[in-house]
């Protein structure tokens, strides 16, 4: 079956289907990915964690808009502090 076929028949399926697709997908996605990658092992447990960890604790979590200016401040006073930086 090609990608386009496979497409077309998710499609069809009622929003409910395609619900319970999306589930099994994703509870399956370390099965139908090749997991030969070049993530090294501890920083995919890493990753996992902080997945977890806010799944768990959504309320932890911030907006975009309001965590970029704060990481960008940190990245600028680090490059201020390298005398290799230009």
Known sequence: MSVEQLEQSVLRLSPEDRRRFLDWLFEHEDELID???DIHPEVKADILRRRE???THPEKLQAWETAFPRMKKRFEDLRGKNPYTR
């Open 53 to 55: 960890e806010a799944l």
């Open 35 to 37: 997991s030969s990658d």
